[in-house]
């Protein structure tokens, strides 16, 4: 059969009840807040879906997302998929030239924005020609507040009307948009096929039995969820805008799940453990160490406080996440899981890292993953132990390539002795017992003296002195160098730089050529809310602030 979101969805719809929550948003602090059940979830969003179709749109027309966490998200994600509509994700840290290109370039024709928006859809709507309908989320706080007159009200659409199934034979190929800035260049769509991200998230088999065959039907699937006593709860701490979140809560929805988001808008440590706590979260998906850290700060001084014996697991991707944190919150959860996953927009499933009571994989090994292999820039295969460092390569279940730009796709999905591949541009070595060895994306590899450098491990040694925070690194002109290794750090509470000291740290673990030549204070965030690197930014501070 073919694999579409939306007749899953439908079908476990089918075996749940009032008592399965599909959607949890919390009040503030972790206090208690707004739950959608699996039945009312279908009904929403089979109205949306009408609603939708009714305002002129056909199958394959884009819906742009323009909103932070909450249910809205999600059921206008899975609303989109069953009227067989492309999910555009919008980050909504743009400003106005920004948001214009995404809408513009993904030709959507409906935009979703929370009210909080309302100026910058405004400003934008003589701009974009192709939109058919504007709907703006009022906020959970006045959900009957008034919404712009040129919009139609999300709540009031999802509320009433005709709530049965859409009459409609979706199929496999029906596309979900992940809009991904990258380090350079504009933002590109990456088109993912319904099919391709369901058999990349293991196609409905179950972690817990390996040994149980996948399923297949929509109604298998579902008829398995109907049987299990358990169904797991994600709290999506990093924006669902992003892969690592949006990906996560799809998988768990997927298992007939629920997905639980907070009203804050910056991270609060806080408000997500009492979260954990009130709803009995069994998964969190978070960013690296800059999320974690605040969470286990959290834990650290308030010992005995939070209760967060539900939580199995917790997924990061994306950035580095330190051993030392890991081991942190272990103290505080023995049966706690961290998956510290190697992946992409452009691909799923590269490698993991896992820790747990009974061990951990070191700092930046990952497992590879059963359709990886790794290549040099001109597409030899790296062999195994050599130390030759190439690029991290998936095939099988991959996008279908970068939306109207297909030269940047067949760059990044090229076809290698006849297999299609996914290489993002991270660079990584390939161990004599197969494990990677992260060394970073390619775009802010450094070349210093003729040295190829990656930051990633220059940060990680930074980042385990117990002054260091945070930290990025990179390469700034330099006439001697080439590129001159910089640090930029972010100090730990009433710490001071020595910066003697620092570097005199790294040459114990590193070459002496991978020394930072400088190192310096950050005075801006080096992370964006996402929890990934700036590197653009912070290379800016540092040409500024050295040249000074």
């Not at 195994?384 to 996008?399: D, E, H, L, V």
């Not at 330099?478 to 910089?486: I, N, R």
């Not at 620092?502 to 204070?521: D, F, G, N, Q, T």
Request: proline share 6%; hydrophobic share 35%; charged share 25%.
């Amino acid at each position: 059969m073919a694999w579409n979101y939306g007749d899953i969805y439908t079908a476990i719809g089918a075996v749940s009840t009032e008592d399965h929550p599909a959607l949890i948003h919390s009040g503030p602090n972790g206090s208690e807040g707004i739950t959608i059940s699996w039945p009312a979830f279908m009904s929403r969003t089979n109205r949306l879906a009408r609603f939708l179709q009714n305002a002129g749109l056909k199958p394959d027309a884009k819906v742009a997302h323009y909103m932070r966490n909450g249910p809205s998200y999600i059921e206008s994600m899975v609303g989109s998929f069953k009227g067989r509509f492309v999910h555009v994700n919008v980050n909504f840290r743009y400003l106005d030239d920004e948001l214009h290109y995404i809408f513009d370039n993904s030709d959507s024709e409906a935009i979703i924005f929370s009210a909080e928006f309302r100026e910058q859809a405004t400003k934008l709507r003589e701009r974009l020609p192709k939109v058919k309908v504007w709907i703006e989320v009022p906020p959970t706080e006045e959900p009957d507040a008034a919404v712009a007159d040129y919009a139609v009200s999300f709540n009031e659409i999802v509320a009433s009307g005709d709530d049965s199934n859409i009459d409609i034979e979706r199929r496999g190929d029906d596309l979900l948009f992940i809009y991904t800035g990258g380090t350079t260049g504009m933002p590109k769509g990456v088109m993912w096929e319904h099919e391709a991200i369901w058999a990349a998230g293991g196609g409905g088999a179950s972690p817990s039995h390996p040994e149980q065959k996948r399923p297949a039907t929509a109604e298998e699937h579902a008829e398995r969820i109907g049987k299990s006593p358990f169904r797991p709860r994600i709290l999506a701490a990093c924006p669902l805008m992003h892969g690592t979140a949006m990906l996560s809560a799809l998988g768990v929805l997927n298992s007939g799940g629920c997905v639980v988001t907070v009203p804050e808008h910056s991270l609060d440590s806080e408000a997500l453990w009492n979260t954990v706590e009130r709803y009995r979260v069994t998964n969190m998906a978070i960013v690296g160490d800059a999320f974690a850290k605040p969470l286990l700060k959290e834990l650290d001084e308030n010992p005995g406080r939070h209760d967060i014996s539900s939580l199995r697991n917790m997924l990061s991707s994306g950035v580095m996440w330190s051993p030392e944190v890991k081991n942190g919150l272990l103290q505080h959860n023995k049966n706690l899981v961290m998956l510290d996953s190697f992946g992409a927009s452009e691909a799923i499933g590269f490698g993991v890292a896992k820790t747990s009571k009974n061990g951990a994989s070191k700092p930046a090994k990952f497992q590879i993953g059963a359709s990886c292999k790794v290549f040099t820039e001109d597409h030899k295969e790296v062999e195994p132990g050599s130390g030759t460092p190439g690029f991290i390569a998936r095939n099988g279940p991959i996008p279908v390539g970068y939306y109207k730009d297909p030269k940047k796709s067949a760059e990044t999905f090229p076809t290698i002795d006849g297999v299609r591949y996914s290489i993002p541009g991270d660079w990584c070595t390939v161990e004599k017992d197969g494990t990677l060895t992260l060394l970073g994306r390619g775009s802010v590899c450094i070349n210093s003296g003729g040295e190829k450098i990656y930051p990633e491990e220059i940060e990680e040694v930074l980042k385990i002195h117990p002054s260091i925070d945070d930290s990025l690194v990179v390469g700034i002109p330099d006439e001697k160098w080439g590129q001159a290794v910089t640090g930029i750090v972010k100090l730990v509470g009433g710490q001071s730089l020595d910066e003697h000291e620092l570097r005199e740290h790294v040459r114990k673990h590193l070459s002496a050529y991978k020394i930072p030549k400088r190192i310096i204070v950050a005075e801006a965030p080096l992370r964006a809310a996402n929890g990934k690197a700036d590197y653009k930014t912070a290379t800016n501070f540092a040409i500024s602030t050295l040249d000074s």
